[in-house]
């Protein structure tokens, strides 16, 4: 182990991560992946989307619980509310590193897809006891399991065990399933790019979990009562 470096999808500089955050998600996945996936095929985990679907939708009352002045964003001084009630410990560069991860469109708050894709980031990089019971507390345990389907999803993925999937990682898992369908390449290619945002080749598990949020219908412009105004922001 540890002596194949240089396969083929090597991105032609080395990987900085972009922040210690970044390189702590890396470590965690790394961690978790030593002990395998649950997931056998790509379907599979499409075959949990419902479901997953389902838990994202039970975020939205925490997500309202937190946003203490209800303007659907949750703002750095909220967040912090939110580590201190579930008892959750986070350096004051933690809480900003997370917050400028998960805020993506820069506007200083956190969405409600944006909420998801931090609580997810939050369980994989706290899973000692303490935290676990904190967020049990929390009526969080569906979530749990849910955000813990998507890390091993995400393992799935990574054959190479590096903390990114690869395209060459994305269409190796999508053709196991599609025996030799001609579209499965093509799904594939389309599938990563929507995943990877930034363009550079390779998709992180921040990019990963975003496009999971859009995947099951969970989308920024997520106010129920205005899907056409939505549009035009485009
Ligand atoms: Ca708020
Ligand atoms: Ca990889
Ligand atoms: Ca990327």
Do not use: Y
């Not at 980031?121 to 000692?128: E, S």
């Not at 990877?196 to 009562?225: H, P, Q, S, Y």
Request: hydrophobic share 40%; proline share 2%.
């Amino acid at each position: 182990m540890g002596g194949v470096i240089g396969k083929a999808d090597t991105p032609k500089k080395a990987w900085v991560p972009e922040s210690k955050l970044e390189a702590k998600m890396v470590e965690a996945l790394q961690r978790r992946a030593s002990g395998g996936s649950k997931m056998k095929s790509f379907n599979s985990i499409i075959l949990k989307f419902p479901k997953i679907d389902k838990s994202f939708q039970k975020c939205k009352s925490i997500f309202e619980q937190f946003d203490e002045d209800s303007n659907h964003v949750i703002d750095k001084e909220e967040l912090r509310h939110c580590f201190n009630k579930l008892e959750i410990s986070f350096s004051e560069e933690e809480i900003n590193d997370l917050f400028e991860a998960c805020d993506i469109n820069d506007d200083m708050g956190i969405k409600f897809n944006e909420f998801i894709v931090l609580l997810c980031l939050v369980h994989l990089l706290k899973d000692d006891p303490a935290a676990q019971l904190a967020k049990a507390k929390m009526g969080m345990p569906d979530l749990e399991t849910t955000f813990e389907t998507l890390v091993d999803a995400f393992v799935f993925l990574d054959k190479n065990k590096d903390g990114h999937v690869s395209k060459s990682e994305m269409v190796d898992a999508i053709n196991e399933t599609a025996s030799g369908e001609r579209s499965s390449g093509q799904i594939a290619m389309k599938r990563f790019e929507e995943m990877d945002w930034d363009k550079n080749g390779m998709v992180n598990f921040k990019e990963f979990l975003f496009a999971f949020t859009r995947w099951v219908g969970i989308d920024e412009m997520d106010d129920e009562d205005d899907d056409e105004a939505g549009e035009e922001k485009a």
